[in-house]
């Protein structure tokens, strides 16, 4: 049974989410990141890209001319472009506002062809709001880093501004192409987990970009690598957070395509892992993603984007989480 | 229906191809092409055996998403292409393939897959709109490309016989402005 149809069998409730098509030109919205702050309020990042993902699942009888897995940029633009929304939820979730992130100020001429920030995690540390994810188009090889990006939110008249961004170096030495899914702990400024299982924590310098190892804990082998999805959030005296693994296969053509599934991992104080459940998707669609999750009147949000072509964010009932939490901590993986 | 109660109700059967038919039809209401690409590509790839209305609407229906989000032409083509291939005795692909051939100016493409379209049988009607108003659509693609290829009195005379039928009121103005324009012009 998927996440989607046990939450609501709960009482739970699933909320699309979707800006006017004026604004997007239809291609897709996808992993949004939710995040409640410190006055309550209900936020989500909506990524909005320039592409249709295709991608024929079964028996893969309908491909695209480039194969069954394919992102369909535009014919004359071969970039894929991010561009971000911030949106306002009510306790409904429903959308009452969006707006595009101005990064104007700080745009320079992208060099490679995955522009924008991608895969954003809302964050609130030091008072400041953050967007904190990563970027490939500075360097002509897409050499990619965490940015943080910190905005300011005018909730009068519902604009977004980037008013800085700071791209986050790996700890020394520094050497690797692509940082990406490092995901923040909600209570623990500047603080990510950069790899699940080992538990690596890292520390990143908010103005100096600068990023020290603060401790690498072994953990029980994952059954699969288990990669970065959702913030890690407080659920009572101990830590959750989702994390996603990829199953890559080759179809017909020989290329690379995947099935993703989601995991619930709880942590203790310490954030030493001690459950982990057993995978679950949210729509039985082979890819799915989740960015975010956050507490909501002693619920779990999770918002998730579906084929990246579509977003949603699920309120899953207190006891569902619970039942995930006893699979997790009883899970002998 | 919502968007949200038709994909609870999918989550139930997710590989359900009239549920996730139901969904992208609803997405592409709200001209949400991409959301509605995905589930009308899984209608195809989860109904193909026992869903053939279905799939093959959805194959001409992603064909439109596609081309309402511009300069994704080849893959506009591709999915009419699989739509012909999947059930090749129904008109509607040709004909969407004759307009989407109209549109870039390749007349003789445009001929042809009328042509080819006149030549198969009536059907019934498919679980969703997709332009094709009867048979008559494709003598109007066919009577406009002719125009252009050199055929000038076939391509008069298609469009005076589709002047005495009683069609749609669009195609009926099309009909009459056609043949004003090309009735001043020597043949």
Same mark, same amino acid.
Request: net charge negative.
């Given at each position: 049974?998927?996440?989607?149809?046990?939450?609501?069998?709960?009482?739970?409730?699933?909320?699309?989410?979707?800006?006017?098509?004026?604004?997007?030109?239809?291609?897709? &919205?996808?992993?949004?990141?939710?995040?409640?702050?410190?006055?309550?309020?209900?936020?989500?990042?909506?990524?909005?890209?320039?592409?249709?993902?295709?991608?024929?699942?079964? #028996?893969?009888?309908?491909?695209?001319?480039?194969?069954?897995?394919?992102?369909?940029?535009? #014919?004359?633009?071969?970039? &894929?472009?991010?561009?971000?929304?911030?949106?306002?939820?009510?306790?409904?979730?429903?959308?009452?506002?969006?707006?595009?992130? +101005?990064?104007?100020?700080?745009?320079?001429?992208?060099?490679?062809?995955?522009?924008?920030?991608?895969?954003?995690?809302?964050?609130?540390?030091?008072?400041?709001?953050?967007?904190?994810?990563?970027?490939?188009?500075?360097?002509?090889?897409?050499?990619?880093?965490?940015?943080?990006?910190?905005?300011?939110?005018?909730?009068?008249?519902?604009?977004?501004?980037?008013?800085?961004?700071?791209?986050?170096?790996?700890?020394?030495?520094?050497?690797?192409?692509?940082?990406?899914?490092?995901?923040?702990?909600?209570?623990?400024?500047?603080?990510?987990?950069?790899?699940?299982?080992?538990? #690596?924590?890292?520390?990143?310098?908010?103005?100096?970009?600068?990023? @020290?190892?603060?401790?690498?804990?072994?953990? /029980?082998?994952?059954? =699969? +690598?288990?990669?970065?999805?959702?913030?890690? /959030?407080?659920?009572?005296?101990?830590?959750?957070?989702?994390?996603? #693994?990829?199953?890559?296969?080759?179809?017909?053509?020989?290329?690379?395509?995947?099935?993703?599934?989601?995991?619930?991992?709880?942590? +203790? *104080?310490?954030?030493?892992?001690?459950?982990?459940?057993?995978?679950?998707?949210?729509? +039985?669609?082979?890819?799915?993603?989740?960015?975010?999750?956050?507490?909501?009147?002693?619920?779990?949000? @999770?918002?998730?984007?579906?084929?990246?072509?579509?977003?949603?964010?699920?309120?899953?009932?207190?006891?569902?989480?619970?039942?995930?939490?006893?699979?997790? &901590?009883?899970?002998?993986? | 229906?919502? /968007?949200?109660?038709? @994909?609870?109700?999918?989550?139930?059967?997710?590989?359900?191809?009239?549920?996730?038919?139901?969904?992208?039809?609803?997405?592409?209401?709200?001209?949400?092409?991409?959301?509605?690409?995905?589930?009308?590509?899984?209608?195809?790839?989860?109904?193909?055996?026992?869903?053939?209305?279905?799939?093959?609407?959805?194959?001409?229906?992603?064909?439109?998403?596609?081309?309402? *989000?511009?300069?994704?032409?080849?893959?506009?083509?591709?999915?009419?292409?699989?739509?012909?291939?999947?059930?090749?005795?129904?008109?509607?692909?040709?004909?969407?393939?004759?307009?989407?051939?109209?549109?870039?100016?390749?007349?003789?493409?445009?001929?042809?897959?009328?042509?080819?379209?006149?030549?198969?049988?009536?059907?019934?009607?498919?679980?969703?709109?997709?332009?094709?108003?009867? *048979?008559?659509?494709?003598?109007?693609?066919?009577?406009?490309?002719?125009?252009?290829?050199?055929?000038?009195?076939?391509?008069?005379?298609?469009?005076?016989?589709?002047? =005495?039928?009683?069609?749609?009121?669009?195609?009926?103005?099309?009909?009459?402005?056609?043949?004003?324009?090309?009735?001043?012009?020597?043949?």
């Amino acid at each position: 049974m998927n996440l989607v149809q046990k939450a609501v069998q709960h009482g739970g409730k699933l909320a699309p989410l979707v800006i006017p098509h004026g604004l997007t030109s239809g291609t897709g &919205l996808m992993n949004p990141s939710i995040f409640i702050d410190n006055d309550g309020e209900i936020l989500v990042n909506l990524r909005h890209v320039n592409y249709t993902l295709y991608h024929a699942e079964n #028996e893969q009888l309908f491909p695209s001319r480039h194969g069954p897995l394919s992102y369909l940029h535009p #014919e004359k633009d071969r970039r &894929l472009v991010t561009v971000n929304y911030l949106c306002r939820l009510n306790a409904d979730l429903e959308m009452t506002h969006h707006a595009k992130v +101005d990064t104007s100020a700080l745009d320079v001429e992208p060099i490679w062809e995955f522009v924008g920030e991608e895969d954003c995690r809302v964050i609130q540390w030091g008072g400041e709001y953050y967007l904190v994810g990563v970027r490939r188009d500075t360097t002509t090889n897409g050499v990619g880093r965490m940015e943080y990006s910190k905005i300011e939110i005018d909730r009068e008249n519902w604009t977004v501004k980037e008013v800085s961004r700071v791209r986050i170096n790996a700890p020394e030495p520094n050497d690797s192409y692509c940082e990406k899914n490092w995901i923040p702990v909600v209570d623990k400024p500047w603080h990510f987990i950069k790899w699940t299982m080992p538990t #690596e924590l890292v520390k990143a310098d908010p103005e100096t970009g600068k990023c @020290v190892q603060i401790f690498v804990k072994p953990t /029980i082998a994952p059954p =699969a +690598d288990q990669r970065g999805s959702s913030q890690v /959030i407080r659920w009572g005296n101990m830590y959750i957070s989702i994390t996603h #693994e990829v199953n890559l296969f080759k179809n017909y053509l020989k290329q690379k395509d995947a099935i993703y599934r989601h995991r619930l991992i709880v942590w +203790d *104080q310490e954030l030493n892992i001690v459950g982990l459940s057993q995978p679950f998707s949210f729509l +039985d669609a082979r890819v799915e993603f989740c960015v975010g999750a956050a507490v909501h009147q002693d619920d779990l949000l @999770v918002s998730f984007g579906f084929q990246d072509n579509a977003a949603f964010v699920l309120r899953v009932p207190q006891k569902v989480v619970e039942d995930l939490i006893m699979e997790a &901590l009883s899970n002998e993986n | 229906m919502k /968007i949200e109660q038709l @994909v609870v109700d999918l989550s139930k059967d997710p590989f359900n191809p009239t549920l996730n038919f139901d969904v992208a039809v609803e997405y592409e209401k709200q001209n949400q092409t991409a959301s509605a690409v995905s589930f009308y590509l899984r209608t195809a790839e989860y109904g193909h055996t026992y869903h053939p209305s279905l799939t093959y609407a959805s194959l001409l229906k992603a064909a439109h998403c596609f081309d309402d *989000q511009n300069d994704r032409q080849a893959t506009v083509s591709n999915c009419l292409l699989q739509a012909v291939a999947y059930l090749p005795y129904r008109p509607e692909a040709y004909f969407l393939l004759a307009q989407f051939y109209e549109r870039s100016g390749q007349w003789q493409e445009c001929y042809t897959w009328a042509q080819i379209g006149l030549h198969q049988q009536p059907c019934g009607a498919l679980p969703v709109h997709v332009g094709y108003e009867g *048979q008559y659509v494709l003598v109007f693609e066919k009577a406009v490309a002719a125009w252009w290829i050199g055929r000038k009195e076939e391509s008069l005379d298609l469009l005076h016989q589709l002047d =005495a039928m009683n069609i749609e009121p669009g195609y009926k103005n099309a009909v009459k402005n056609n043949l004003e324009r090309l009735s001043n012009v020597d043949v």
